[in-house]
């Protein structure tokens, strides 16, 4: 069957942009305290809302998945009415930040007009080193003279560690009311530009930390750098030895390895290696699965290690392939996936932007995604549109299934296309052990595929969702509360101790299972 349109246009295009927006920034845009300072009305701000509400109604399919109308309408008023004098764009970013993370979808993207982000990248105000989450605690992970690593950071120019962490919170979307990603992202990805976007410009950092085993408190005032510095530092961090070894942008989308003679271990760092089943690049990747459980058949291995730890998700058909040759019953994508809008006519079609932050759709991929969505989403009834059935196919067991102990390894990070792979593989795959922490993407559905952005008239601000609610195919389980994500078994987070010793705490947890079994 030819299936190459099981991968949504749309996802293809925002993995394509996003790498671009990760590349760095126009350089063309003038630096000026104007856009950083830029002023926004009452009345324009209350418009901005309002017609973000508006189009959120009419487009995004999961607006409801886990708040009511009631509630949904009263964040929206409330933040309307909290808008009582002019605010700069920074200002009201934040109040558009905490709408998009009360809805609860972990696609949702919220982000400034780019001159905004492009100024700030180019101020020498980042803050200097990385920090890591451990424990509850912000702990310093930089290699430097200046402050020892491993300490515990208490405050950052007068705001403790415990407000610091409460203060970021909303810059991470996730689905549902899981709050495991926020957690460690209010450390670990918090301290580049979202810092600046909540703090503000500064020139120097004054530190209070607690030493490695001590209790007294010292003082230390960092110099802010440049992005490329603090990107130098961070790449140079304590911690790398064990985090790039989970870092899918530093690692292979897919490996494997005997770890010894009862024990594999097979890494699945990312299921965007290619963009459906006529990628000659997802031929290579089916050819790689059948090799690697041929050998664990042929060598009677008796337990297997899968790893999607950080694996930020990719596309079907990548993500169900491994599912097929650890169970023994056949299995679909979705049970159901919709959208809630005729796919002839886009909402608010004169603020529609495009499928990424960083680039404005042309006319011509436009049209093409119309054509994709009518295809994909045929029968508008009762408003909504019901996925063609073709695009969700039966997926059948393979041979030779693996048969042993199977132990599965997630943490926060898992999301999208990787979290739906964990709930295939907890709903479906018999003799597993799931181990790490509770994914940040959902265990029965999510709002994926087909991502929109819109700019909002005003402010620039470009905001991002997806169309597509998805039902996955994931049976009721005791132990999976709704509104959460992927439930471990074993719930495992690093340890201070193995930060000091360089140790991957959830991985020697799974081999001091394996060797008690």
Not at 35 to 64: F, P, T, V
Not at 168 to 180: C, L, P, V
Not at 206 to 231: F, H
Request: proline share 5%; with cysteine.
């Amino acid at each position: 069957m030819n299936n190459k349109n099981l991968i949504p246009f749309f996802t293809l295009l925002f993995f394509f942009f996003s790498k671009i927006q990760a590349q760095g920034f126009d350089k063309n845009t003038k630096d000026s305290l104007m856009i950083y300072n830029k002023m926004l009305s009452e009345k324009q701000m209350h418009e901005d809302l309002k017609l973000l509400l508006a189009i959120n109604e009419k487009a995004n399919s999961g607006l409801y998945q886990y708040r009511s109308k009631k509630q949904i309408d009263s964040i929206y008023n409330a933040a309307i009415k909290s808008i009582k004098k002019p605010m700069s764009v920074t200002e009201f970013y934040k109040i558009m930040l905490h709408l998009a993370d009360y809805e609860g979808s972990v696609h949702n993207y919220t982000i400034p007009d780019l001159g905004l982000i492009n100024f700030l990248n180019r101020q020498k105000s980042f803050f200097p080193y990385p920090l890591i989450y451990i424990n509850g605690q912000i702990i310093f992970d930089g290699q430097s003279a200046d402050i020892p690593s491993g300490s515990r950071i208490r405050s950052i120019n007068g705001v403790n560690d415990a407000q610091l962490m409460r203060s970021f919170s909303k810059y991470y979307t996730a689905d549902g009311h899981n709050i495991t990603e926020k957690l460690s992202a209010s450390v670990n990805k918090s301290f580049g530009i979202n810092y600046l976007l909540k703090y503000g410009l500064c020139n120097e950092f004054i530190i209070e930390y607690n030493a490695p085993k001590s209790e007294s408190l010292e003082k230390k005032v960092l110099s802010a750098v440049t992005l490329k510095q603090r990107e130098t530092n961070v790449k140079n961090r304590f911690s790398a030895p064990v985090t790039d070894l989970i870092d899918y942008k530093k690692q292979a989308p897919y490996s494997f390895s005997m770890l010894n003679p009862a024990a594999g271990l097979l890494n699945l760092r990312w299921f965007g290696m290619a963009y459906g089943s006529d990628d000659p690049k997802f031929q290579t990747y089916v050819q790689f699965l059948d090799s690697v459980f041929t050998k664990l058949d042929k060598n009677k291995v008796a337990n297997l290690i899968i790893d999607v730890r950080n694996n930020p998700g990719g596309s079907d058909p990548n993500f169900e392939q491994p599912v097929m040759y650890l169970t023994d019953k056949p299995f679909k994508e979705n049970v159901k996936a919709t959208i809630i809008f005729d796919p002839n006519f886009l909402p608010f079609e004169k603020y529609f932007w495009g499928v990424s932050t960083s680039e404005r759709m042309d006319s011509i991929t436009k049209k093409m995604g119309k054509e994709y969505l009518k295809d994909v989403y045929p029968v508008f009834k009762n408003n909504v549109s019901v996925q063609n059935q073709k695009y969700n196919p039966v997926y059948y067991p393979k041979s030779p299934r693996f048969k042993g102990k199977i132990y599965l390894l997630i943490n926060e990070n898992v999301a999208s296309a990787a979290s739906h792979f964990a709930s295939l593989v907890k709903a479906y795959v018999e003799n597993v052990t799931i181990v790490g922490v509770e994914t940040v993407g959902g265990y029965y559905r999510h709002n994926g595929h087909s991502p929109l952005v819109y700019e909002l008239p005003n402010s620039k601000i470009k905001t991002q969702f997806s169309i597509v609610n998805l039902v996955q195919d994931a049976p009721k389980k005791a132990d999976q509360p709704e509104g959460h994500g992927i439930m471990p078994d074993h719930e495992v987070w690093p340890s201070l101790d193995d930060f000091f010793q360089q140790k991957d705490t959830q991985m020697e947890f799974t081999l001091k299972l394996i060797e008690m079994k």
